[in-house]
């Protein structure tokens, strides 16, 4: 099944420790992004790559990193997060060279930061 | 910013058709129609997108005005799991020179009633 998986679906951590939020997909997607959801605010858009080594800035990148190895996975990083970082991530893919088409979205993580 | 306008909310019984109005009065000639969905905090999902032709598909159909500034979704016989913020977003497609990135809007809470 084509899917795009986000790992782990809930997270809750404290002020300044490290974590990472995976990202998979399964339909050989050049492109990929994170967006985060906040009430009032909606989805916006963090980092994207265009394709493997390749990543730019978003609109809202401040606190985040990502990094892009292989085509299938980017994994979303935050160094040192912050309560501001409270938000519900998307991940989402789609393939390039298409006539727009369709961006498919993963599950979901809802982050906490305390 | 969102180039396009819809009701915040609308109500719809289910089994009958659910039709949702976007206004894009500004929209290009090379910029696409979009609609994607979200279920209560769910990743969005794609429904279908258009350039100037009616279209349908196993989800649903969408009619663009002869002069493009607006467009209509129809959920022919809506059903509860129908229930959901409906974005319509337009732009420009990575094939001809647009971004992969989407700019959503505030959307339209559809609520299908049993």
């Known amino acids: 099944e084509a899917q795009v998986t986000q790992n782990p679906r809930y997270l809750i951590t404290v002020t300044g420790k490290k974590l990472t939020v995976t990202c998979s997909q399964n339909m050989n997607h050049e492109y990929m992004s994170w967006y985060r959801q906040d009430p009032g605010l909606g989805l916006r858009q963090i980092y994207y790559?265009?394709?493997?080594?390749?990543?730019d800035k978003g609109d809202v990148p401040e606190g985040y990193k990502v990094s892009r190895k292989e085509k299938r996975n980017f994994p979303l990083i935050l160094e040192s997060p912050s309560p501001n970082q409270t938000s519900l991530y998307f991940c989402?893919?789609?393939?390039?060279?298409?006539?727009?088409?369709?961006?498919?979205f993963g599950p979901g993580t809802r982050l906490t930061v305390l | 910013d969102a180039k396009t306008t819809q009701p915040p909310s609308m109500d719809c019984a289910e089994g009958r058709a659910a039709n949702l109005p976007c206004n894009h009065s500004t929209i290009s000639g090379n910029e696409y129609v979009y609609w994607y969905r979200q279920i209560h905090s769910q990743g969005p999902q794609y429904i279908i997108h258009?350039?100037?032709n009616n279209e349908t598909n196993e989800m649903a159909s969408l009619i663009i005005t002869e002069d493009r500034k607006s467009s209509t979704l129809i959920l022919p016989h809506a059903t509860l799991r129908d229930t959901a913020v409906y974005y319509c977003i337009v732009r420009v497609t990575p094939l001809q020179g647009g971004s992969e990135k989407l700019v959503f809007g505030k959307g339209t809470k559809l609520t299908v009633n049993p």
């Open positions: 258009g350039l100037k």
């Open positions: 790559s265009m394709n493997v080594e390749v990543t």
């Open positions: 989402a893919s789609s393939g390039l060279a298409r006539d727009g088409g369709a961006q498919y």
